[in-house]
């Protein structure tokens, strides 16, 4: 009579390689449950280092958050740890590249720092079969990244048409008639504001305006300015949320024969 894990099997009435096979069942289900387990997460695989960096530049907390937004059970996620992304199906490292944010290169680059285990690149048949389903999603990467750039030129085009339509005419205006007030060329600026603001882009103060200086928004013209002195923009900056794009540019003094 044998005892394991609460389950009785009785070795006089089944043979010795039936039972050796319903032990090793039971033992795979029990790896496989651990496996698949929270406790199986404490686990450091190989390239745990690897991934936790880019997790945390994205803000993914663990191995969770990262399985539902990829849509990973934990074993798949485990799968990725150990480097056996051979085993994940096209669409699973479609979406595990959606999450981590990753472009065409960073893809490519990644499936190259996470190579597949022993296990597969034994089989002839699943290594060509990886590198068939590689091969279709750089392709897929590669069209979308070309649509992407392509939707985005033809958008930015349309919100500046006005602009670029006009602007060689009214340069050669300029030319031929230096004195023609620049007032009348202000209202072909007019689809470029709009364009920043469409990108919830945001302007730092406003040209020639009096302002306290602050080194964190403004790019002094000379180097002994001081935080919290009387200067005037010369140059707005720009911003994205609190992300500094370019710094206004600053000075004590406006532009010659300027008054404010």
């Known amino acids: 009579m044998f005892y394991f894990v609460g389950v009785t099997v009785d070795t006089s009435t089944v043979p010795a390689f039936s039972f050796a096979l319903a032990v090793g069942g039971i033992f795979l289900i029990l790896v496989y449950l651990y496996a698949a387990s929270a406790a199986g997460d404490a686990i450091e695989f190989k390239y745990d280092t690897i991934l936790r960096e880019r997790m945390n530049k994205l803000e993914i907390i663990d191995w969770q958050d990262l399985g539902e937004k990829a849509g990973l059970t934990r074993f798949g996620v485990r799968l990725v740890r ?57 392709e897929e ?38 004195d023609m007030p620049a007032k009348n060329l202000s209202a072909l600026f007019t689809p470029l504001e709009n364009l920043l603001s469409s990108w919830d882009f945001q302007t730092i103060g406003s040209a020639w305006e009096q302002v306290t200086y602050n080194p964190q928004f403004h790019q002094p013209d000379v180097e002994d300015i001081t935080e919290g002195e009387l200067v005037y923009i010369r140059f707005v900056g720009y911003r994205d949320g609190e992300r500094i794009l370019v710094p206004a540019k600053v000075s004590r003094t406006l532009p010659g024969s300027i008054t404010n």
């Open 82 to 138: 150990q480097g056996d992304m051979g085993k994940l199906t096209l669409d699973q490292l479609r979406r595990l590249a959606t999450v981590l944010n990753l472009n065409f290169q960073e893809f490519d680059r990644t499936l190259s720092a996470l190579p597949m285990s022993a296990t597969i690149t034994s089989n002839p048949t699943e290594i060509e079969e990886l590198r068939q389903q590689c091969f279709r999603l750089r």
């Open 141 to 178: 990467l590669q069209q979308q990244k070309t649509q992407l750039t392509a939707d985005f030129r033809r958008t930015t085009f349309e919100q500046l048409q006005t602009l670029l339509t006009n602007y060689p005419a009214a340069r050669k205006m300029a030319e031929t008639k230096p």
